[in-house]
């Protein structure tokens, strides 16, 4: 048996000698530091995820219905009537909620713990792009089921594009080829959501892996492996402190992907729309464009984004203002690497300013999550009484959030750019691993 | 470390998961305590959704036959006892008023119920149907506390009886309040077994909403299990590997 | 610790076991993707029995419905057609329905009419040659393709010919007897396609 694989892969590599060094550089001879800790799973998981998408993507594209009078019953169609329909739509549900998770701790551990800086740009600049065109993969599939939710999230969405000065009116009918979201809109949709935009995504995660495997990956210390000493147990010209990606990290994100995937079977099984969080009970609604849902409201994904729009007023006779504030919030993370001017990349060695402004920018997106869910207007009256003025709370508390949100990026660029950071001695090796 | 990163880890979801448990409690309705596995339940809420509902309103989603296997009632239970619209038992519930009609005499369609309690929960579709009372102003006779300005006519009237409300102590200005409902006339049942019958029906409802919630939870549990085994069995190999790293 | 000796037995266990346990995981995973091609509860429900009342139908006449989206011939044959299929058997590949095509009908119907009640044909009307419809050509006259033809089918796509019982002649491509599909009659009017007779195997 052993002997016919290695005949095979012989027969292969005489004809495609390509083939093993690519292996080779990407696997077993890519030394990553060997200090990563639980932080460094959400790569890999996020590949995983994305397998899961498309998989679980074509097989629903199989019975799913683009049509504005067939998608809704479709969809119930694969929930009631296709064998294991429910499950591969619930792993399809639960995994675009479980992406965002993952992608949001991944960017999370990229701050903390400097992977943007010199000389990782180019990745965290693939990464950034990889996050606003999965925004966009999110968006459309949440279109798909045209349920009312459906409807109102793409009327609201694709308005944003209406605040444009000159030009809005028209690009909000091209958008939706119509006056209203409608058949035109579900068609353009499904087409990019289930071809157009997977395509891009899977080459931007590929130049993504690769270029980060040129300058090989950061660790939670931000020593650069590739500058200290050489010479590891595999091969006495490498670093020191790197050890193969495989086996060892392909072993310790086996651990991760069973933990990730038991935490995703359970909501799957056991809690598949998650409380209202992953599928809206106003999405068990056919689209209706007469009745707006009581509380429309997107995704909780995207809510800290969509709390900007909400939170900032309009002035000067038009709403741009909260829109380009959303927009903004994004372009000024794909500016960080500009941004932060920081000597060292680790937060173990950054000064008390940085961990304060990162664990503030944290909460307040946190905060905006929980504005964008409207989950303050439930709480306001629990914390402070049935008479309290909710818009007023909401609208102070909400507004102190979007400040610190873009506070942070001024501090930052102050704080470094001003040399009023106090850094701690960077060790010269890594210090730890598990 | 990794410990400490795990329980972390657990308490954010515990907490997120608490999050969503008060997020989805919503307006104060009193709990509906349905329980879709409970068979005989589901049966005696089908029985009544039968008899008292399908005039009116649909269920589009669901078939005859689904309803038997999932329930455990032989074809002939269902197409003797509960299938009275001529349907095929393949078929999906369609209910035998026509649309056009029902828009005549209720001034709108009444709604396919398949995802009613998706859409709008099982407290509430219980809280609903026991929130029904007689209202002389209300054009049908009938008015619902849980949704004012309801178009139905209470359709289990004769198994609650009547209900008229009590009102709050008037404060000038204000409009009326309702403070609580209270029986005028009793029905066919007690208050103990209306409730039970009016959780049957929800029962009911729920199943429907989501059928393949019994086959979920079902495999759920070896589902968790097999990959906690994995995840076991993969950290072994971890630290084995992991003892070249030094 | 640097010299520790490395426990290759125990190493390659696990990496064994976590990859067969793995494994598994991956081939359940995969069931249930591979189980929603099945048909769906809506093709099934569409597939049930169909009922058929056969006063409609005249002697030599041939009907066509659908069950499962394939269209069922149900002929009323006449006296002289029944009487000529015993004269073909020379001529036919499996004339008694026990060789080739012994699966190509119910136990019931596995006769020399290859129906329950001699009259009635009841067959799926599928060429078993590449799946075209056959042309019906009840009469008993010279045809083109046969000059001794006794009524039967005639398949248009690659000229398959048939009996009127559908039974295959010898020298077509088709390899097998059109199948008879399971049915009974409720009354003696009406046939029901798509299940044997409650009791009959």
């Known amino acids: 048996m052993a002997n016919v694989f290695s005949n095979i892969g012989e027969w292969v590599n005489e004809r495609a000698p390509g083939l093993m060094p690519v292996y080779r550089k990407h696997m077993t001879e890519y030394y990553a530091p060997k200090n990563f800790n639980i932080w460094y799973y959400f790569g890999s998981l996020a590949l995983l995820v994305l397998v899961n998408q498309i998989v679980t993507g074509i097989f629903l594209t199989m019975n799913y219905d683009p049509s504005a009078s067939g998608a809704f019953d479709s969809v119930q169609y694969i929930m009631r009537d296709v064998e294991w329909g429910w499950l591969i739509r619930y792993m399809h549900s639960t995994g675009a909620s479980l992406f965002f998770v993952v992608v ?86 499904f087409a990019l959501h289930v071809i157009a935009l997977p395509l891009v995504l899977l080459l931007l995660v590929v130049l993504h892996l690769a270029a980060l495997h040129e300058v090989g990956s950061n660790n939670p210390d931000g020593v650069d492996v590739k500058h200290g000493p050489k ?142 869910t409207d989950s303050t207007a439930d709480l306001i009256p629990t914390l402070f009484g049935a008479s309290a003025d909710v818009t007023g709370i909401e609208n102070l508390f909400g507004r102190i959030m979007v400040l610190i949100y873009f506070g942070f990026f001024v501090f930052l660029w102050l704080y470094t750019h001003l040399g009023w950071e106090k850094t701690k001695p960077v060790p010269e090796r890594v210090t730890t691993h598990d | 470390m990794t410990k400490r990163y795990i329980s972390i880890f657990a308490l954010a979801f ?97 709604p396919d119920l398949s995802l009613e309690v998706s859409a709008k929960g099982a407290d509430w ?7 029904f009372y007689l209202d002389p102003k209300s054009p049908i006779g009938w008015n619902n506390t849980v949704l004012p300005n309801a178009a139905m006519p209470f359709p289990l009237w004769e198994l609650q009886g009547t209900q008229v409300p009590v009102m709050k102590p008037a404060t000038p200005g204000d409009d009326p309040q309702i403070e609580k409902l209270t029986l005028l006339h009793p029905g066919k049942l007690s208050p103990e077994q209306y409730q039970q019958a009016a959780r049957d029906v929800t029962n009911f409802l729920e199943y429907v909403s989501e059928p393949a919630a019994l086959q979920r939870r079902h495999y759920g549990i070896w589902v968790v299990l097999f990959l906690l085994g994995f995840t076991f069995l993969a950290s072994l190999l971890k630290k084995e590997y992991w003892k070249d790293v030094h | 610790m640097a010299n520790e000796v490395v426990d290759q037995g125990r190493r390659r266990f696990l990496t064994t076991t976590t990859a067969v346990v793995g494994g598994v995981g991956v081939v359940a995973a995969a069931v249930p993707f591979i189980k929603s091609w099945e048909p769906s ?130 020298g077509v491509p088709a390899p097998k007897n059109m199948a008879i599909p399971p049915y009974h009659f409720v009354d003696d009017t009406t046939v029901q396609i798509g299940v044997d007779a409650e009791g009959a195997a």
């Not at chain 3, 006449?78 to 012994?102: F, I, N």
């Open chain 3, 41 to 170: 509860a809506r093709a099934k429900a569409a597939g049930a029995p169909v009922t058929q009342s056969l006063k409609k139908i005249e002697p030599g006449q041939q009907l066509i419905v659908a069950w499962r989206s394939l269209p069922v011939f149900i002929v009323n044959r006449t006296p002289t057609q029944l009487a000529s299929l015993s004269k073909q058997d020379l001529r036919l590949v499996d004339p008694k329905s026990d060789g080739a095509s012994a699966d190509q009908q119910p136990k019931y119907a596995q006769n020399e009419t290859r129906s329950i009640k001699p009259e009635w044909l009841v067959m799926i009307g599928i060429c078993t040659h590449l799946g075209c419809v056959p042309d019906f050509v009840g009469e008993m006259k010279p045809e083109p393709f046969d000059p001794n033809w006794q009524g039967g089918y005639y398949c248009p796509c690659h000229h398959s010919r048939y009996d009127m019982a559908g039974r295959v002649y010898q």
């Open chain 1, 231 to 372: 010479g590891n147990r595999w091969d006495p010209t490498k670093p020191a402190d790197g050890i193969p990606f495989h086996p060892y990290y392909t072993v310790k994100d086996m651990v991760g992907v069973g933990l990730f995937l038991a935490i995703a079977a359970f909501i799957i099984f056991f809690q598949p729309t998650f409380g209202g969080w992953f599928l809206e009970h106003d999405n068990s609604i056919p689209a209706n464009n007469l009745v707006t849902p009581a509380q429309i409201k997107p995704v909780w994904y995207f809510t800290a984004f969509y709390a900007i729009v909400r939170m900032i007023p309009s002035a000067m006779g038009t709403a741009v203002w909260g829109v380009l504030g959303m927009f903004g919030a994004i372009v000024l993370l794909f500016l960080m690497p500009w941004i932060d001017a920081g000597k060292v990349k680790s937060i173990r060695y950054r000064g008390t300013g940085y961990k304060v402004a990162l664990a503030l920018f944290v909460l307040a997106f946190f905060g905006l999550v929980l504005i964008g």
């Open chain 1, 104 to 189: 949001y701790l991944h960017m999370f551990r990229g701050l903390m713990y400097g992977s943007y800086q010199k000389p990782r740009e180019l990745v965290w600049l693939l990464g950034m792009l990889i996050f606003l065109v999965l925004m966009a993969e999110a968006f459309m599939g949440y279109v798909l089921p045209w349920g009312n939710m459906s409807f109102w999230g793409a009327k609201v969405i694709v308005s944003l594009f209406g605040t444009i000065p000159v030009i809005g009116k028209d690009l909000v009918e091209w958008i939706m080829g119509d006056y209203l979201p409608a058949d035109a809109t579900l068609n353009r949709f």
């Open chain 2, 125 to 131: 579709v219980f809280g609903y149907l026991n929130s």
């Open chain 2, 14 to 110: 515990g907490l997120l998961l608490g999050t969503t448990a008060v997020m989805a409690e919503g307006p104060e309705l009193p709990a509906a305590g349905t329980n879709i596995r409970d068979t005989a339940s589901l049966q005696r809420g089908a029985h009544i959704f039968f008899n008292y509902c399908v005039g009116c309103h649909s269920l589009k989603y669901i078939r005859y036959e689904r309803i038997a296997d999932d329930l455990g009632l032989t074809e002939d239970d269902v197409m003797k006892n509960l299938n009275f619209t001529g349907g095929k038992f393949g078929d999906q519930v369609i209910s035998h008023m026509p649309a056009d009609d029902a828009q005549k005499f209720f001034g709108k369609a009444p």
